[in-house]
């Protein structure tokens, strides 16, 4: 799977290039506009990664002409500003997808597999029942299992254990999980998502079971699916 | 500097001076020239009436009037009326035969009667030279005399032509004397027209350059000047005050940029010092085991770092008038329980507990994204600074379409200190651990969207904020 990413910082363009070639993808880098065009023109890609300041123009314009040179892959902007402008809010309606930077790589990383599947309209979106190891969840019922055991959870505990479920084996932040089981892009300063995961915990392993929900220190959470 | 401006305004009212006078001067030159044709014009116009009206008098008269009377009667005439024609005092010739003449010849053209200047050989020799319609005046020039003479012809029955003669002297020195009228006082105005056009637009051009110097006066190091007030409310009192005013933003732009720069570099310091400790503890650590923990810190201390700069450059901007929002329309009902949802464990496990009272249904135009982080605000300064076994109450209620959020809570209050200057920035109470911006933010947030915002200590105890939205 390609991805063009266009970023003019030399050290964070490295490390997305790393970052994606681990991750199993094919970065096709550029860093200028002019770049991204004629690498855009050469190589078809799935997918893309375009920071907003770039050195030779505005990447909201280099998106724009992307598009209208038949670029239809999905893109995911970056962009270094605090507040997210309404051109870009038009574009995530239009099926893209912004990140603020300072981000967590694996936030990237998720946003981006969310863009690429939506874009290839992977139905992983309609299965009623996720499964990690012997955890259930049944999405029609709202019922969460343990093998057999029911887990007694709040309306806002399944939608969060339902989000692990679907990112299960990857790292999740604490603003993707603010982001999409709140629907707030906010940076609590205090500890607000970890006592909600710790609570959530505390129901999964109530009879002694398998820890799943692992917290990376620093960065986030993992639900094991192994 | 100065003395190149000057110039520059001395040749500027001079042109304008110059222009303006010498499209006057051809102006009024054609309506003098004009003025001139017309009355020259009517001039002559009146004597020919007269010669022709006289000439048919005089001939009638010459038919019927027997010779010897004839003549004393024509010469009585004659002076008569051309002492009337000429108004006394214009000329120093004061026999009127001087100017106005009768001759009458024959058919063969020899003179019978005259009555008139001396020569009058000369007269009948150049007068019956020329042809003449009956009754239609000519000008004659006649030798030794200055002006031309008006000259009007009429043939009797018995054959004999009687002429009828005015000097143009006295027409001619209407003109003359209209003319040299005319050219002192288009002098006069022209001169005075100059004179007045210069002195106002040197004037105005001053204050204009008044307004050039103070901004070439401004610089790096001096924003300070202004343009001295003009009264009045002219283009130029306009632009002084405009430019004053423009002055005056640009000044308290830099001013704001500096502080901004200033807090800025005051917020960021402290953390970086802090995350550049944590790594080179990671460095220095021996053991594999221990490199993780003081990275993780230093990881969890960038994302503080990240989120205290943008809270800072907000309070900033806001603080300047130029928050970036965009705004939506917000069900504060589901964003006010979501949000306390999101915080009731944490606020639980320090034994905080929350009420929440929320009138349904009230909508109001914001920022989702501020409104989420002002609230989030609010309850994070509940978890940090409230003691153990509080209530933090949350009210929102509509009235009078404006939308009122107070917060309330029964801990130990503001500290004395900040009493004051809640809002500020960086004023925090000494027992505090934040960066002094939660409150400088909702404050922020709060007169970015055109609300008010209140705090002070409960005579119960414990603080109050009342927050009010126009919605």
Same mark, same amino acid.
């Given at each position: 799977?390609?991805?063009?990413?266009?970023?003019?910082?030399?050290?964070?363009?490295?490390?997305?290039?790393?970052?994606?070639?681990?991750?199993?993808?094919?970065?096709?880098?550029?860093?200028?506009?002019?770049?991204?065009?004629?690498?855009?023109?050469?190589?078809?890609?799935?997918?893309?990664?375009?920071?907003?300041?770039?050195?030779?123009?505005?990447?909201?314009?280099?998106?724009?002409?992307?598009?209208?040179?038949?670029?239809?892959?999905?893109?995911?902007?970056?962009?270094?500003?605090?507040?997210?402008?309404?051109?870009?809010?038009?574009?995530?309606?239009?099926?893209?997808?912004?990140?603020?930077?300072?981000?967590?790589?694996?936030?990237?990383?998720?946003?981006?597999?969310?863009?690429?599947?939506?874009?290839?309209?992977?139905?992983?979106?309609?299965?009623?029942?996720?499964?990690?190891?012997?955890?259930?969840?049944?999405?029609?019922?709202?019922?969460?299992?343990?093998?057999?055991?029911?887990?007694?959870?709040?309306?806002?505990?399944?939608?969060?254990?339902?989000?692990?479920?679907?990112?299960?084996?990857?790292?999740?932040?604490?603003?993707?999980?603010?982001?999409?089981?709140?629907?707030?892009?906010?940076?609590?300063?205090?500890?607000?998502?970890?006592?909600?995961?710790?609570?959530?915990?505390?129901?999964?392993?109530?009879?002694?079971?398998?820890?799943?929900?692992?917290?990376?220190?620093?960065?986030?959470?993992?639900?094991?699916?192994? | 500097?100065?003395?190149?401006?000057?110039?520059?305004?001395?040749?500027?009212?001079?042109?304008?001076?110059?222009?303006?006078?010498?499209?006057?001067?051809?102006?009024?030159?054609?309506?003098?020239?004009?003025?001139?044709?017309?009355?020259?014009?009517?001039?002559?116009?009146?004597?020919?009436?007269?010669?022709?009206?006289?000439?048919?008098?005089?001939?009638?008269?010459?038919?019927?009037?027997?010779?010897?009377?004839?003549?004393?009667?024509?010469?009585?005439?004659?002076?008569?009326?051309?002492?009337?024609?000429?108004?006394?005092?214009?000329?120093?010739?004061?026999?009127?035969?001087?100017?106005?003449?009768?001759?009458?010849?024959?058919?063969?053209?020899?003179?019978?009667?005259?009555?008139?200047?001396?020569?009058?050989?000369?007269?009948?020799?150049?007068?019956?030279?020329?042809?003449?319609?009956?009754?239609?005046?000519?000008?004659?020039?006649?030798?030794?005399?200055?002006?031309?003479?008006?000259?009007?012809?009429?043939?009797?029955?018995?054959?004999?032509?009687?002429?009828?003669?005015?000097?143009?002297?006295?027409?001619?020195?209407?003109?003359?004397?209209?003319?040299?009228?005319?050219?002192?006082?288009?002098?006069?105005?022209?001169?005075?027209?100059?004179?007045?056009?210069?002195?106002?637009?040197?004037?105005?051009?001053?204050?204009?350059?008044?307004?050039?110097?103070?901004?070439?006066?401004?610089?790096?190091?001096?924003?300070?000047?202004?343009?001295?007030?003009?009264?009045?409310?002219?283009? @130029? *009192?306009?632009?002084? %005050?405009?430019?004053? &005013? +423009?002055?005056?933003?640009?000044?308290?732009?830099?001013?704001?940029? $500096? #502080?901004?720069?200033?807090?800025?570099?005051?917020?960021?310091?402290?953390?970086?010092?802090?995350?550049?400790?944590?790594?080179?503890?990671?460095?220095?650590?021996?053991?594999?085991?221990?490199?993780?923990?003081?990275?993780?810190?230093?990881?969890?201390?960038?994302?503080?770092?990240?989120?205290?700069?943008?809270?800072?450059?907000? @309070? *900033?901007?806001?603080? %300047?008038?130029?928050? &970036? +929002?965009?705004?939506?329309?917000?069900?504060?009902?589901?964003?006010? $329980? #979501?949000?306390?949802?999101?915080?009731?464990?944490?606020?639980?496990?320090?034994?905080?507990?929350?009420?929440?009272?929320?009138?349904?249904?009230?909508?109001?135009?914001?920022?989702?994204?501020?409104?989420?982080?002002?609230?989030?605000?609010?309850?994070?300064?509940?978890?940090?600074?409230?003691?153990?076994?509080?209530?933090?109450?949350?009210?929102?209620?509509?009235?009078?379409?404006?939308?009122?959020?107070?917060?309330?809570?029964?801990?130990?209050?503001?500290?004395?200190?900040?009493?004051?200057?809640?809002?500020?920035?960086?004023?925090?109470?000494?027992?505090?651990?934040?960066?002094?911006?939660?409150?400088?933010?909702?404050?922020?947030?709060?007169?970015?969207?055109?609300?008010?915002?209140?705090?002070?200590?409960?005579?119960?105890?414990?603080?109050?904020?009342?927050?009010?939205?126009?919605?």
């Amino acid at each position: 799977m390609r991805v063009l990413v266009v970023e003019d910082d030399a050290a964070n363009r490295e490390f997305l290039r790393r970052s994606l070639a681990e991750s199993g993808y094919e970065p096709v880098m550029a860093a200028t506009a002019r770049e991204a065009k004629l690498a855009a023109e050469t190589t078809p890609c799935d997918c893309g990664i375009v920071d907003l300041m770039l050195p030779d123009g505005d990447g909201i314009g280099l998106i724009r002409d992307l598009k209208e040179s038949g670029f239809s892959a999905p893109i995911l902007i970056l962009s270094a500003k605090r507040s997210v402008d309404e051109r870009v809010l038009g574009l995530r309606t239009g099926g893209d997808d912004y990140l603020t930077k300072p981000y967590a790589i694996a936030e990237l990383m998720a946003r981006l597999e969310n863009l690429v599947r939506r874009a290839e309209s992977i139905p992983a979106e309609q299965r009623t029942v996720l499964r990690v190891q012997d955890l259930t969840l049944d999405l029609l019922r709202r019922e969460a299992r343990r093998g057999e055991q029911v887990l007694e959870l709040t309306t806002r505990e399944f939608s969060l254990l339902e989000f692990l479920c679907r990112n299960a084996g990857r790292m999740v932040t604490r603003s993707m999980i603010l982001d999409k089981v709140w629907g707030m892009r906010i940076d609590p300063e205090t500890n607000v998502v970890d006592v909600h995961i710790y609570r959530l915990r505390n129901k999964m392993e109530r009879h002694g079971e398998q820890p799943m929900l692992k917290t990376i220190r620093g960065m986030g959470y993992v639900l094991k699916d192994k | 500097m100065s003395s190149r401006t000057n110039e520059r305004g001395v040749t500027a009212a001079w042109r304008i001076a110059l222009g303006s006078t010498l499209v006057f001067a051809l102006g009024t030159m054609i309506a003098f020239l004009l003025l001139h044709e017309f009355v020259s014009r009517e001039i002559q116009r009146r004597s020919d009436a007269w010669l022709t009206g006289e000439v048919s008098v005089l001939s009638d008269v010459a038919e019927r009037t027997p010779r010897g009377a004839l003549y004393d009667r024509i010469v009585d005439e004659v002076a008569q009326l051309a002492t009337k024609e000429i108004p006394a005092g214009i000329s120093s010739v004061s026999d009127p035969t001087q100017a106005v003449f009768f001759m009458e010849t024959d058919a063969n053209d020899s003179l019978k009667l005259w009555v008139g200047p001396s020569d009058s050989a000369v007269f009948t020799r150049i007068i019956t030279r020329n042809r003449f319609k009956p009754e239609i005046p000519i000008n004659v020039a006649i030798a030794g005399h200055e002006n031309p003479y008006r000259v009007v012809q009429f043939v009797a029955n018995d054959g004999n032509v009687i002429y009828l003669g005015m000097s143009e002297r006295n027409d001619h020195q209407v003109l003359v004397r209209m003319r040299g009228y005319f050219l002192m006082i288009f002098v006069a105005i022209v001169l005075l027209g100059f004179a007045i056009t210069f002195v106002s637009s040197r004037q105005l051009l001053r204050r204009v350059q008044r307004v050039t110097e103070t901004a070439a006066q401004i610089d790096q190091d001096n924003l300070q000047s202004r343009v001295p007030a003009i009264d009045g409310n002219d283009e @130029v *009192a306009q632009l002084t %005050a405009t430019m004053n &005013r +423009m002055l005056d933003r640009i000044s308290r732009t830099v001013e704001q940029l $500096h #502080s901004m720069s200033d807090a800025l570099a005051h917020d960021l310091r402290s953390p970086i010092t802090a995350v550049r400790g944590r790594l080179e503890q990671a460095l220095m650590a021996d053991e594999p085991g221990r490199i993780k923990e003081p990275i993780a810190a230093a990881v969890e201390e960038l994302d503080q770092l990240a989120n205290l700069l943008t809270t800072s450059l907000d @309070v *900033a901007e806001a603080r %300047a008038g130029a928050l &970036r +929002m965009h705004r939506t329309r917000l069900g504060l009902n589901q964003l006010v $329980h #979501s949000i306390v949802e999101l915080y009731e464990p944490s606020l639980h496990e320090r034994a905080i507990s929350v009420r929440l009272q929320c009138e349904e249904g009230i909508e109001i135009e914001a920022d989702a994204g501020l409104f989420h982080r002002m609230l989030a605000n609010i309850l994070n300064n509940a978890m940090r600074h409230l003691p153990p076994g509080s209530t933090v109450s949350l009210t929102l209620r509509r009235d009078d379409g404006m939308m009122w959020m107070t917060v309330e809570d029964n801990g130990p209050g503001f500290p004395p200190e900040v009493c004051a200057r809640l809002f500020e920035k960086h004023v925090k109470g000494r027992s505090s651990t934040g960066h002094g911006l939660g409150l400088a933010f909702l404050h922020a947030v709060t007169v970015a969207h055109g609300g008010t915002i209140e705090g002070r200590n409960r005579t119960s105890g414990g603080t109050q904020l009342i927050l009010r939205f126009p919605c």
